[in-house]
C-alpha cells in the first residue's frame, strides 16, 4: 500500500528502528565503538563539539576530563625527565595505540553502516559471516576518509568561530549580539555539516559509492528535504535524551541494592566482602552502560538508514509544512 505524501512515518520509522536495534543485538558491540567516531544524534554531536569553542570560560583541561588530563600530563612530564629515548619510545607507543584504537573505531562504524542497510531488510540476526563480508578495505578507507573531512571541518568552524566569540567585547551591547548571532551561526553550520555527514557515511558505506559521490548525494538530499531531516535530527535527540534519562534511571535502580549491600559489609566490618560489592556493582554499571550506549548508537544509525530508504522511495514532507499548510489553509 502507497504511503500518502502528508502521512507521517516518523513514528513507524522510529518504531522499526528500535525494534531492528533490539532484534540486532550482535551489533551493540560494534555500536558502542563506532559511536566515539559518530553517535548519529547530530544536535547532541554538535553541543559537544561547542562546548569548547563556545564557552570561553570552560578551561580546556578541564573538558577533556580533568583528572584524566592531569594524570597523562604528569605522566608526560616523568618521561620526559627519564630521558630522550623513553620520550620516543612512550611517543611511538601512544601512536600505536592511537592509530589501533582509530582503526577499530572505523572498522566497527563499517560493520554497523552496512550491517543496518541489511538489518533493515531482513529481521533475522547477522551471523559472524555476514558481518565479515561487510569489511572491505575500499570501505573502510571512503568511511575513514568521511570521518576526517567532516571532524576537520566541524572543529575549523566550530573552533574559529569560538575564538572570534572569546576576541568579542562582550560587555558592550553590540559585541554581545555579534556574539549571540556568531554563536548561532556557527552552531548551524556544525548542524548541517553533522547531517551531511551521516548522510554521506550512509551513501559511502551502504551503496559502495565514492566519497565524492557520497558527498554529492548527501548534499542533495539534504537540499531536497532539509526540514525533514532537521526534524528527524530534532527526534533522534529528544529520543536519545528520553533513553539517557531511562538509562539514569535504571543505574539508579541497579545501585541501590548494591549500596545497600555495602552498606551491610560496612556494619559488619567485612573487609573482603566490601571489595566485592564494590568489583560487582562496578562490574554490573559498566555492563549496563556498554548495553545501553551499543542498543542507542544502534537505534540512531537504523533511524538515519530508515530515512534514506523513506526518502529514496516516496514523497516525503516535513511535519512543520504540513502543520503550517493546514494552519493556512483553515484561515
Same mark, same amino acid.
Given at each position: 500500500?502507497?504511503?500518502?505524501?502528508?502521512?507521517?512515518?516518523?513514528?513507524?520509522?522510529?518504531?522499526?528502528?528500535?525494534?531492528?536495534?533490539?532484534?540486532?543485538?550482535?551489533?551493540?558491540?560494534?555500536?558502542?565503538?563506532?559511536?566515539?567516531?559518530?553517535?548519529?544524534?547530530?544536535?547532541?554531536?554538535?553541543?559537544?563539539?561547542?562546548?569548547?569553542?563556545?564557552?570561553?570560560?570552560?578551561?580546556?583541561?578541564?573538558?577533556?576530563?580533568?583528572?584524566?588530563?592531569?594524570?597523562?600530563?604528569?605522566?608526560?612530564?616523568?618521561?620526559?625527565?627519564?630521558?630522550?629515548?623513553?620520550?620516543?619510545? %612512550? !611517543?611511538?607507543?601512544?601512536?600505536? &595505540?592511537?592509530?589501533? *584504537? $582509530?582503526?577499530? +573505531?572505523?572498522?566497527?562504524?563499517?560493520? /554497523? =553502516?552496512?550491517?543496518?542497510?541489511?538489518?533493515?531488510?531482513?529481521?533475522?540476526?547477522?551471523?559472524?559471516?555476514?558481518?565479515?563480508?561487510?569489511?572491505?578495505?575500499?570501505?573502510?578507507?571512503?568511511?575513514?576518509?568521511?570521518?576526517?573531512?567532516?571532524?576537520?571541518?566541524?572543529?575549523?568552524?566550530?573552533?574559529?568561530?569560538?575564538?572570534?566569540?572569546?576576541?568579542?567585547?562582550?560587555?558592550?551591547?553590540?559585541?554581545?549580539?555579534?556574539?549571540?548571532?556568531?554563536?548561532?551561526?556557527?552552531?548551524?553550520?556544525?548542524?548541517?555539516?553533522?547531517?551531511?555527514?551521516?548522510?554521506?557515511?550512509?551513501?559511502?558505506?551502504?551503496?559502495?559509492?565514492?566519497?565524492?559521490?557520497?558527498?554529492?548525494?548527501?548534499?542533495?538530499?539534504?537540499?531536497?528535504?532539509?526540514?525533514?531531516?532537521?526534524?528527524?535530527?530534532?527526534?533522534?535527540? %529528544? !529520543?536519545?535524551?528520553?533513553?539517557? &534519562?531511562?538509562?539514569? *534511571? $535504571?543505574?539508579? +535502580?541497579?545501585?541501590?541494592?548494591?549500596? /545497600? =549491600?555495602?552498606?551491610?559489609?560496612?556494619?559488619?566490618?567485612?573487609?573482603?566482602?566490601?571489595?566485592?560489592?564494590?568489583?560487582?556493582?562496578?562490574?554490573?554499571?559498566?555492563?549496563?552502560?556498554?548495553?545501553?550506549?551499543?542498543?542507542?548508537?544502534?537505534?540512531?544509525?537504523?533511524?538515519?538508514?530508515?530515512?534514506?530508504?523513506?526518502?529514496?522511495?516516496?514523497?516525503?514532507?516535513?511535519?512543520?509544512?504540513?502543520?503550517?499548510?493546514?494552519?493556512?489553509?483553515?484561515?
Amino acid at each position: 500500500m502507497k504511503r500518502a505524501p502528508n502521512e507521517s512515518v516518523y513514528r513507524p520509522m522510529l518504531w522499526r528502528a528500535l525494534t531492528t536495534a533490539w532484534a540486532h543485538k550482535e551489533l551493540w558491540a560494534f555500536a558502542l565503538l563506532a559511536g566515539f567516531a559518530s553517535t548519529g544524534v547530530v544536535v547532541n554531536d554538535v553541543i559537544q563539539q561547542a562546548q569548547i569553542a563556545l564557552r570561553p570560560e570552560m578551561n580546556i583541561t578541564s573538558a577533556f576530563g580533568g583528572n584524566v588530563f592531569a594524570f597523562f600530563q604528569n605522566y608526560a612530564s616523568l618521561v620526559i625527565a627519564s630521558g630522550t629515548t623513553n620520550v620516543v619510545w %612512550a !611517543t611511538l607507543g601512544i601512536l600505536a &595505540v592511537i592509530l589501533s *584504537f $582509530g582503526f577499530v +573505531v572505523v572498522l566497527c562504524q563499517q560493520i /554497523l =553502516l552496512v550491517a543496518m542497510h541489511r538489518a533493515v531488510h531482513r529481521k533475522k540476526r547477522l551471523t559472524s559471516r555476514d558481518l565479515l563480508r561487510t569489511l572491505h578495505h575500499h570501505h573502510f578507507l571512503r568511511i575513514l576518509g568521511v570521518d576526517l573531512l567532516f571532524h576537520v571541518a566541524i572543529f575549523i568552524v566550530l573552533g574559529g568561530g569560538g575564538l572570534l566569540i572569546r576576541e568579542l567585547p562582550l560587555s558592550v551591547p553590540a559585541g554581545g549580539a555579534t556574539a549571540l548571532l556568531l554563536a548561532a551561526a556557527t552552531l548551524f553550520v556544525g548542524f548541517v555539516l553533522n547531517v551531511v555527514a551521516m548522510l554521506t557515511l550512509i551513501a559511502v558505506g551502504q551503496e559502495n559509492v565514492s566519497i565524492v559521490r557520497g558527498l554529492q548525494e548527501g548534499v542533495q538530499r539534504l537540499l531536497r528535504h532539509p526540514l525533514v531531516a532537521c526534524e528527524v535530527a530534532l527526534l533522534l535527540f %529528544a !529520543t536519545n535524551l528520553v533513553m539517557t &534519562v531511562t538509562y539514569l *534511571f $535504571g543505574l539508579t +535502580v541497579l545501585g541501590i541494592p548494591i549500596g /545497600l =549491600l555495602f552498606a551491610e559489609t560496612l556494619v559488619i566490618g567485612s573487609y573482603s566482602g566490601m571489595i566485592a560489592v564494590t568489583v560487582i556493582g562496578m562490574i554490573l554499571a559498566v555492563l549496563f552502560t556498554l548495553f545501553a550506549a551499543g542498543i542507542m548508537t544502534t537505534f540512531t544509525y537504523a533511524c538515519w538508514t530508515l530515512l534514506v530508504e523513506y526518502l529514496d522511495r516516496a514523497p516525503f514532507i516535513a511535519r512543520v509544512h504540513h502543520y503550517t499548510r493546514k494552519v493556512l489553509t483553515r484561515r
